[in-house]
């Protein structure tokens, strides 16, 4: 089974990756642009019996740092 999971900072948490790439962006000339947040996308190709509570833990103990970002699931 594949899976993407989606980290996101937490509203309010400071993104200065995500204010570098709307500098760069206003400076290239593109317009309009009110705001960036950057995350991380993660893929994984899991074994079909995993179930929701082991994905679950995979995110909360290694690939988002629940204190400051937000994740989410979803099945490929």
Do not use: S, W
Not at 34 to 51: F, H, M, P, S
Request: glycine share 6%; hydrophobic share 45%; proline share 3%.
């Amino acid at each position: 089974m594949k899976l993407r999971i989606f980290v996101t900072l937490k509203p309010g948490v400071l993104d200065p990756q995500g204010k570098a790439i709307h500098k760069a962006l206003d400076n290239l000339g593109f317009a309009g642009v009110n705001d960036v947040r950057q995350g991380k996308l993660i893929e994984l190709d899991v074994a079909d019996q995993t179930d929701d509570a082991q994905i679950d833990a995979m995110c909360r103990q290694l690939l988002a740092n629940t204190v400051i970002e937000n994740y989410r699931v979803e099945r490929a």
